[in-house]
Nanobody, 116 residues
Framework: VQLVESGGGLVQAGGSLRLSCAYSGSTISINAMNWYRQAPGKQRELVAT????????HYASSVKGRFTISRDDAKNTMYLQMNSLKPENTAVYYCDAQDLQVGNIWGQGAQVTVSS
């Protein structure tokens, strides 16, 4: 599986962005996909999770109610809709696939910068 993020950029506080994660290759052993982020000087943190059926979704408390994770398997793409963005949401956002055979697979990351 290969993952490619897109949709990052610069936005003012209160604005919105939508990140996309296009996945290719065999996804038969993928049981969940995630969005993580890493701000400068901080550890990478989990933002949101969606299972392979979409039946379970989890959000970090700091983004609940503002961010929405979704996936469109017909387009082989996962999304992260981010609304009401805050300067503290500035980070590199990574998509991740949990592969039961090989472990975690990461995308290259997308920079999100929120100006105050």
């Amino acid at each position: 599986v290969q993952l490619v993020e897109s949709g990052g950029g610069l936005v003012q506080a209160g604005g919105s962005l939508r990140l996309s994660c296009a996945y290719s290759g065999s996804t038969i052993s993928i049981n969940a996909m995630n969005w993580y982020r890493q701000a400068p000087g901080k550890q990478r943190e989990l933002v949101a999770t969606i299972t392979n059926t979409g039946g379970y979704i989890h959000y970090a408390s700091s983004v609940k109610g503002r961010f929405t994770i979704s996936r469109d398997d017909a387009k082989n793409t996962m999304y992260l809709q981010m609304n009401s963005l805050k300067p503290e949401n500035t980070a590199v956002y990574y998509c991740d696939a949990q592969d039961l055979q090989v472990g975690n697979i990461w995308g290259q990351g997308a920079q999100v910068t929120v100006s105050s």
